[in-house]
């Protein structure tokens, strides 16, 4: 059963910068690709950024490209989302995804997700 736990998601200032982590459990996921993907209220799930797992190559959202930066601790089995320059249009539940194979931007394709964690970003 694969397990996905994102933290660190809170409140910050126009400017600042947060750090999330999604720690995944419950098999070996050096064949997987890791997701980021955010909701505001009242819009759909978007893409942010994907990375895969064995390899690290990475792809981001034109909206966070050179703001955000995915990496991945294989000895923790944790992804990372490092966000700097943080808007207000920023602020949205961050959600961790998981899947087999490359990544994807697309939501439909990753079978397993964590429960999210809600980033606020104050002008």
């Known amino acids: 059963q694969v397990q996905l736990v994102e933290s660190g998601g809170g409140l910050v200032q126009a400017g600042g910068s947060l750090r999330l982590s999604c720690a995944a459990s419950g098999r070996t996921f050096s064949s997987y690709a890791m997701g980021w993907f955010r909701q505001a209220p009242g819009k759909g799930r978007e893409f942010v950024a994907h990375?895969?797992?064995?390899?690290?190559?990475?792809y981001y959202a034109d909206s966070v490209k050179g703001r955000f930066t995915i990496s991945r601790d294989n000895a923790k089995n944790t992804v990372y989302l490092q966000m700097n320059s943080l808007k207000p249009e920023d602020t949205a539940v961050y959600y961790c995804a998981a899947r087999y194979g490359l990544g994807t931007t697309s939501r439909f394709q990753y079978p397993y997700w964590g429960q999210g964690t809600q980033v606020t970003v104050s002008s």
């Open positions: 990375i895969t797992w064995t390899v690290g190559s990475t």
